[in-house]
């Protein structure tokens, strides 16, 4: 399915794929904070060490489901299938955008 994504949002899907961790970064201000699995993170050193920690225990590609668009706002909702319980699940994935960067990140469960 081809699904239209901001060119940040698509980034950091795409190395979401990819494994290298270390590439999100570039998608970030630098305030950012990402919630997600209950938690929230706030840094780009700290959203790596958690990015490093779930990649070592999980491993699953994200595939865009579909995008709603909004003012600074990109919700995008996706399938992850991999080695974990309940796989697979529809997450949503909420970018706060500012530019071309993500500044929040909501990964609600749905």
Known sequence: MNVQL???AGTYLDI???????QRKNCFCSQITVSGESK????IK?????QYETQGAVSYPVQP???VPGEGRLTVFAQLTGNFPASPV??????????DQVCSLEIMAC
């Open 40 to 43: 929230t993170h706030e840094r």
């Open 46 to 50: 700290a959203i790596e060490a958690w």
């Open 90 to 99: 529809q997450p949503g994935y909420i970018f706060l955008l500012e530019g």
């Open 6 to 8: 901001s060119n940040v």
């Open 65 to 67: 489901l579909h995008a």
């Open 16 to 22: 979401s794929n990819d494994g290298n961790v270390s």
